[in-house]
């Protein structure tokens, strides 16, 4: 006697009461991966931003050529996890030119950039670079990475100046973004 074949709908059955899975196709797997790859790059251009903040801090406090100092902490076996791309453009861009954005911060804020501390110095010069040359990053990600990185890193309350000079500056650098309403 010939058994017929399992019907598409016994074959489902048989295989969870086996504990087997079905296999999807290739593509779908990897749209499903796709919103945490889309995590992990957010996180690592997090980190990137930690990781440029230490580099810019150590301009401050030992000054070296920049590409000597940039170098170094691409090296680092802690930046395996960093978007090593975006942190060596944004190094690569504000270590040069600290200079010019300081002139754009004495404007903006009430503290000459030479009393700042280092901390709350190096985070406003990676937050005015976000907010000048990034365009593609919404200016309320700007505020928020830049300050979320003084409270981790600053004095007590640097955070709160943090925000309200770069506030002034998303305010003039972008204004037809910063007058919408939040989506």
């Known amino acids: 006697m010939t058994s017929k074949p399992p019907r598409p709908a016994a074959k489902r059955a048989a295989a969870a009461r086996s504990g087997a899975r ?3 196709p290739p593509e779908q797997a990897a749209a499903k991966a796709a919103p945490a790859k889309s995590a992990e790059g957010y996180r690592a251009r997090s980190l990137a931003r930690r990781l440029a903040l230490q580099a810019l801090y150590q301009i401050q406090i030992n000054p070296r050529p920049w590409p000597d100092i940039q170098r170094e902490f691409a ?15 944004l190094f690569g ?17 009430e503290i000459p950039p030479r009393d700042l501390d280092p901390i709350e110095h190096a985070v406003l010069w990676l937050g005015l670079h976000e907010l000048e040359s990034s365009l593609e990053l919404p200016y309320r990600v700007a505020l928020a990475e830049a300050v979320q990185l003084a409270k981790q890193f600053g ?6 100046y943090v925000n309200a000079v770069l506030d002034r500056a998303a305010r003039e650098l ?10």
């Open 22 to 24: 079905k296999q999807e």
């Open 75 to 89: 090296a680092d076996p802690e930046a395996e996890r960093v978007d090593l791309g975006y942190f060596k453009t």
């Open 93 to 109: 861009a504000i270590a040069p030119n600290c200079e010019a954005l300081d002139s754009r911060l004495a404007r903006l804020g």
């Open 155 to 160: 004095a007590t309350d640097g955070h709160k």
């Open 174 to 183: 972008r204004p037809h973004e910063y007058g919408r309403p939040a989506e």
